[in-house]
């Protein structure tokens, strides 16, 4: 099932980027703008009867930071929030996060049905991926990018609820909470009173300007206007200066942060040695990657001087078996390989094997701040002040 529904993932993605131009690719684009439409007035209007308290939303008593983007996928989100949850913390902050733990594995059907109707939070408590202390979950439980925040966070709480209200009141409640972050929150409304960090991939800021299913933007980029802070992710020290400017015509008021993903070192999937980027200096590599943007990392390794002479790629948040990385290690062999490179992302996903023809490293990458630094650590003091 798993595998059909990569594939069909696959193929729409290959219309909306238009890496297909037959016949079919034509038709389902002309059906998928169709649905766009539609979409879109009904994006508009969830809006409406959130900012018109048609719908009720809540106020938790403490900080909130939603973290999001207005595209789907590929901005370099987790790395934002896990600098934000660290400065935060290193200011004495109690901070949890909150994610819906996109694509993990979910709770009996029957449990989600019977919390949906006795309306008592209490019964299915979020699921606690880390208490600040200990790692509880692993990745299949707890999502990708949650067990990835728990892992390199130390003292911050990882939670995973699709109901965030829930689970911010779990996280005050039972580990005393005074700051929330929303891990992919611009589109979660039922939060008052917090602060929108919007985030920009500078590389590609809207897609193809459609809205899903047609494109990858989730709203039309006007709502833009939200936002508290925008991040321009991927940026160069060249600057964003045309991004910048129109960034500005939709939102005239936000601060604007640039930022870049710093590559820091690499660490081998299974044993966690590390090794500094030096070694990829004229090195054979072979990539492999379920991300959004594969073209970004594969490209990042060549920036470092790697030699990428194979690559794989597999639809986002691909789970991975055993026989899909050993046919990966035979491939490279054979190619001449004398490393296989992966994200943290997908590293968390890997399976165990036995195996270990070639070593298989990721790359660690950290948020390094380009621009706009001061606006960064203004932001996070009117969090810990306000």
């Not at 985030?199 to 833009?224: K, M, S």
């Not at 990428?308 to 986002?316: E, W």
Request: net charge positive; hydrophobic share 40%; with cysteine.
């Amino acid at each position: 099932m798993w595998q059909w529904t990569e594939n069909v993932e696959q193929y729409v993605l290959d219309v909306i980027f238009e890496r297909r131009r037959d016949l079919g690719a034509r038709l389902t684009g002309a059906g998928l703008a169709a649905l766009s439409r539609i979409y879109r007035v009904a994006i508009q209007c969830r809006l409406f009867l959130w900012n018109y308290r048609i719908f009720r939303d809540h106020t938790l008593g403490c900080r909130v930071v939603s973290i999001g983007n207005l595209t789907v996928g590929g901005t370099g989100k987790t790395p934002v929030v896990e600098v934000f949850a660290r400065a935060l913390a290193a200011r004495g902050r109690r901070v949890a996060i909150l994610s819906r733990g996109y694509k993990s594995i979910p709770r009996p059907l029957w449990q989600r049905l019977y919390e949906r109707f006795s309306f008592d939070d209490d019964l299915f408590p979020p699921k606690i991926v880390s208490d600040g202390r200990s790692l509880l979950l692993d990745s299949d439980q707890a999502g990708d990018e949650p067990y990835m925040l728990a892992s390199n966070l130390k003292n911050v709480i990882v939670l995973v609820d699709k109901d965030r209200v829930k689970s911010g009141r779990y996280a005050i409640r039972r580990f005393g909470c005074d700051t929330l972050l929303l891990d992919d929150g611009f589109q979660y409304l039922a939060l008052r009173n917090r602060i929108d960090v919007c985030l920009v991939d500078r590389n590609n800021p809207f897609g193809n300007h459609h809205l899903l299913p047609r494109g990858t933007l989730r709203e039309p980029i006007t709502n833009l206007a939200r936002a508290h802070y925008i991040f321009i992710t991927k940026s160069t020290p060249h600057g964003s200066k045309a991004l910048r400017a129109a960034l500005h015509k939709f939102n005239p008021h936000a601060e604007i942060i640039e930022c870049a993903h710093d590559p820091l070192y690499l660490q081998d999937v299974f044993t966690s040695e590390q090794r500094e980027l030096p070694l990829l200096r004229g090195l054979n590599v072979a990539a492999i990657s379920g991300i959004a943007v594969p073209e970004s990392f594969e490209q990042g390794l060549r920036d470092l001087g790697a030699n990428v002479i194979y690559a794989k790629r597999y639809a986002d948040h691909h789970r991975y078996n055993q026989q899909e990385i050993l046919n990966m290690i035979n491939r490279s062999v054979r190619r001449g390989a004398q490393a296989i490179l992966t994200t943290e992302k997908d590293a968390v996903r890997f399976p165990k094997i036995d195996r270990r023809d070639l070593p298989i490293y990721f790359l660690r990458v950290e948020i390094k701040i380009i621009e706009g630094a001061k606006d960064f650590h203004d932001a996070v003091a009117r969090i810990c002040h306000e």
